[in-house]
């Protein structure tokens, strides 16, 4: 049932970096057939951010991006970074601060990383099938806080360096109020994840988080330090339900979170903060593959999925996951899941796009696609 009424809505989009803007375009394609089908209306605003904002005007989140992102009912991004910086630690200015920068700007103080096994995709991950199948996670990483923002020093003869990482209460409970709903529509479990036998602003988080658990009555608490949960991650996934920790932590087992999905080219993410959300694929600007149309756009396209349930349209989004699960199951996929027979970035994007508009069309031929025929016969 395609309900009747009609909705605008203003998405800003950062394509950034690297295969940011060639990923971001077939999740355009994916939110323009959804628009189509269910009579919407998305205005793109586009701005720049990252070492492309740099090149075109000396900052790496100029003003007027700002601007748009704040105007704007969701943020779509792909991806920041270029190795012209990362091999440069004198660099002045960073693409990445851009980001860091949008996060404190707009408040985006949690990050919410889903980690699913795909059952299609098991056997591409380097673990092993009975350890990872069936693995659900929800990530939630604060990301505003912790050392990421804490002062910074380096001396004067550069031979000493510091970072410093604090955390308050009202920091630390907003996102575990967060986490803690989710976990009750979720497995009612809910892992802190911290290195309290070490460090003071973990010991708050677990005072925090414990002295919270009374008003979730019906979610299991636990704690794992860090060090142990990344060895738990791998050894036996689906012990988690929901995981909540702080920014560099998060920053870490989230990428090592991402190996049991089978590629990190299917992770999405969504960063929420009270007036703005930004939705973003995990994997990076990967500058190998920039212009080669070889890039898995499913994580940018997953993204825009998870835009469009934080506009409440939670239909919409379920027909993009459709189509991605689809286009797995028929292995229209990128090199990195279909080293024998990939698809391009853009023919990819053009097989969701086709699914998404004709799903409810039983004489759709999806097999033409694999000779390169995405059409309807
Ligand atoms: C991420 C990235 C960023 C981070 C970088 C690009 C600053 O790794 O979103 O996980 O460390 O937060
Ligand atoms: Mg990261």
């Known amino acids: 049932m395609r309900p009747t009424y009609s909705m605008t809505f203003n998405i800003a989009i950062l394509p950034g970096d690297g295969i940011g803007p060639e990923v971001i375009a077939q999740a355009k394609k994916a939110l323009d057939a959804i628009a189509d089908i269910y009579n919407h209306t998305f205005i793109y605003r586009e701005a720049l951010m990252g070492a492309i904002a740099i090149d075109q005007t000396g900052n790496p989140l100029p003003e007027e991006t700002i601007d748009i992102c704040e105007d704007s009912d969701a943020i779509l991004f792909g991806a920041i970074g270029d190795p012209k910086y990362d091999n440069d630690p004198k660099a002045k200015v960073r693409p990445e601060q851009g980001l860091l920068r949008l996060r404190k700007q707009l408040g985006l103080f949690c990050n919410i990383r889903p980690v699913k096994a795909y059952d299609k995709l098991i056997d591409k991950s380097p673990l092993k099938r009975h350890i990872i199948s069936g693995t659900d996670i929800s990530i939630y990483r604060e990301l505003t806080g912790g050392i990421y923002f804490g002062e910074k020093t380096l001396s004067e003869d550069g031979t000493v360096a510091t970072d410093g990482c604090s955390y308050s209460v009202e920091e630390i409970e907003r996102i575990a109020h967060l986490a803690f709903k989710a976990a009750q529509e979720r497995r009612n479990k809910l892992t802190l994840v911290?290195?309290?036998?070490?460090?003071?602003?973990?010991?708050?988080?677990?005072?925090?988080?414990?002295?919270?658990?009374?008003?979730?009555?019906?979610?299991?608490?636990?704690?794992?330090?860090?060090?142990?949960?990344?060895?738990?991650?791998?050894?036996?996934?689906?012990?988690?339900?929901?995981?909540?920790?702080?920014?560099?932590?998060?920053?870490?087992?989230?990428?090592?979170?991402?190996?049991?999905?089978?590629?990190?080219?299917?992770?999405?993410?969504?960063?929420?903060?009270?007036?703005?959300?930004?939705?973003?694929?995990?994997?990076?600007?990967?500058?190998?593959?920039?212009?080669?149309?070889?890039?898995?756009?499913?994580?940018?396209?997953?993204?825009?999925?998870?835009?469009?349930?934080?506009?409440?349209?939670?239909?919409?989004?379920?027909?993009?996951?459709?189509?991605?699960?689809?286009?797995?199951?028929?292995?229209?996929?990128?090199?990195?899941?279909?080293?024998?027979?990939?698809?391009?970035?853009?023919?990819?994007?053009?097989?969701?796009?086709?699914?998404?508009?004709?799903?409810?069309?039983?004489?759709?031929?999806?097999?033409?696609?694999?000779?390169?025929?995405?059409?309807?016969?």
């Open 194 to 377: 911290d290195k309290a036998n070490v460090l003071e602003t973990s010991r708050l988080w677990r005072r925090v988080v414990t002295e919270m658990a009374p008003q979730y009555p019906d979610v299991t608490l636990d704690f794992l330090f860090v060090d142990n949960a990344a060895m738990q991650i791998i050894l036996n996934p689906k012990q988690f339900d929901v995981i909540l920790t702080e920014n560099l932590f998060g920053d870490i087992i989230s990428d090592e979170a991402s190996v049991i999905g089978g590629s990190i080219g299917l992770l999405a993410s969504a960063s929420v903060g009270k007036d703005n959300a930004l939705f973003e694929p995990i994997h990076g600007s990967f500058p190998q593959a920039t212009g080669k149309d070889i890039a898995n756009p499913l994580a940018s396209i997953l993204s825009a999925a998870m835009l469009l349930t934080h506009l409440g349209l939670n239909e919409e989004a379920n027909a993009i996951e459709r189509a991605v699960q689809k286009s797995l199951e028929l292995e229209i996929t990128t090199e990195d899941i279909n080293p024998d027979k990939p698809f391009s970035t853009s023919k990819v994007g053009d097989f969701i796009e086709d699914y998404i508009l004709n799903q409810e069309d039983s004489n759709f031929n999806f097999t033409n696609v694999h000779m390169g025929q995405s059409t309807i016969i």
